[in-house]
């Protein structure tokens, strides 16, 4: 471990940490060898207690990824009551999967020596670097100490904390490509193929890899994708386009990887983004088969999953979204192109109607779009930034049978059926 703590040490006073205050914007701040008259930041004037933070940094991703998923639980279990954890990140502003997560805590207890020693065996034993924070007795001074693992070379060492501006970009998007949203195939497989020791279904997952076929030419026939929140229509439109067009219906994530889903559901970001974008390539294997044979509709395909990926990885408001043009919005260029997509729409209270009257289970994403007004709209707005195929919005909150005679215009006009 302590050529983990080594590696970060040179780079360290470049990179900017961030804590996710209780119901507000997130407080940033620095840390730097000189001192030159800075206030502490505000996080640190109104403590009352001892400081620490860990940042996961050792391993490869999925190392990272699976102890990142459980450090809460552990914290939570170990710490005593009087600890208050805050989720933080560490990161060089606009350097591409520079951001580490990890933890900021205040200790509130009587006594620090149960949560050092915790942090000193965690430092030592754990994928994690970890830091204390002291205040100086010029009051407002406050310096963290990185510490050095038991054995380590290195001293552990003192920097000047300091306010610092919040990036241009958010730095949750530093990490997104190849993470929360994957751009080629090889990447989501070795992701999964790291799985294959720790996750039994792994191995299933590539067993339906290895007679892939490369769909990157587009098929004979038009592929139309339908995407869309739950509750907008999408089931009901695509069958009935597959019905008035004479076409073949899929579905992404496809059949073959139902009995698995449940098992990546309850996995990090990191594993689940890779087990549904490989979803996508299967579906891609499909559409190029069917295609040769007739149209293919299809419910849902890459819009969904990028769209939903950004929005839950990308954390506070719209704005801190990728903007319109940015890379993290292209098209995977070894995924095969649909014809046209057909983004549906609806009211929110209209689609909440229409939520309750299924009556069907949800996942933890879709839970998440029914409570929260600003993830559904992130989710929106990402879609609709995605670029690559033709792209269409349809209002969904006509009868069914408008909405199929208004996709039919677009279908015949854009892809000459």
């Known amino acids: 471990m302590a050529l983990r703590t080594v590696s970060l040490v040179p780079r360290w006073t470049s990179r900017v940490f961030s804590v996710e205050v209780d119901h507000g914007a997130p407080a940033y701040f620095a840390c730097r060898e000189k001192h030159r ?16 933070s860990l940042v996961v940094c050792g391993g490869d991703k999925v190392t990272r990824a699976k102890f990142h998923a459980g450090l809460r639980d ?41 949560t050092e020693r915790l942090l000193r065996d965690m430092a030592r034993r754990d994928p994690v670097s970890v ?85 990157r030419s587009k098929p004979d026939f038009p592929v139309i994708v339908v ?42 970001p990191l594993i689940r983004r890779a087990f549904y974008a490989l979803g996508n390539y299967i579906t891609a294997e499909q559409i190029g088969q069917e295609g040769l044979k007739k149209p293919v509709i299809v419910d849902r395909f890459w819009h969904s999953t990028a769209a939903y990926a950004i929005a839950t990885a990308v954390s506070g408001q ?40 299924r009556g069907q289970g949800k996942t933890e994403e879709e839970e998440e779009l029914d409570q929260n007004q600003l993830f559904r ?8 930034r995605i670029s690559g195929p033709a792209f269409v919005t349809v209002d969904a909150s006509p009868s069914a049978v408008q909405v199929l005679q208004q996709v039919l215009l677009l279908i015949r006009a854009k892809c000459h059926l």
């Open 227 to 268: 995407e869309g929140l739950d509750a907008t229509g999408k089931t009901t439109l695509t069958e009935s386009l597959r019905d008035a067009l004479g076409a073949t219906l899929l579905r992404s994530p496809p059949e073959c990887l139902s009995p698995m889903r449940a098992r990546f559901d309850r996995e990090p």
């Open 318 to 357: 719209v704005c801190n979204l990728p903007a319109e043009g940015s890379e993290i919005y292209r098209w995977p260029g070894d995924l095969l192109q649909p014809s046209l997509v057909v983004l549906l729409t609806l009211d929110p209270e209209e689609r909440k109607t229409r939520l309750r009257n």
């Open 131 to 215: 830091c204390s924070y002291v205040q100086r007795e010029e009051g407002q001074l406050w310096t963290q100490r990185l510490w050095s693992p038991p054995g380590s070379p290195e001293m552990s060492k003192d920097y000047y904390v300091v306010p610092s501006d919040a990036p241009q970009c958010h730095p949750s998007t530093l990490n997104i490509i190849n993470s929360d949203v994957f751009y080629s195939f090889e990447e989501a497989r070795d992701v999964i193929k790291q799985c294959g020791d720790i996750i039994p279904e792994a191995v299933s997952v590539l067993e339906l890899l290895h007679g892939r076929a490369e769909a």
């Open 377 to 384: 709209i992130k989710v929106e707005k990402a879609y609709q």
């Open 74 to 114: 552990t914290l939570l279990r170990e710490l005593s009551p009087g600890c208050h954890l805050s989720p933080m990140s560490s990161f060089v502003p606009d350097v591409r999967d520079s951001l580490l997560k990890g933890y900021f805590l205040k200790d509130s207890s009587q006594g620090s020596s149960p």
């Open 37 to 52: 008259g800075e206030d502490a930041p505000r996080l640190f004037g109104e403590a009352h207690a001892r400081l620490y």
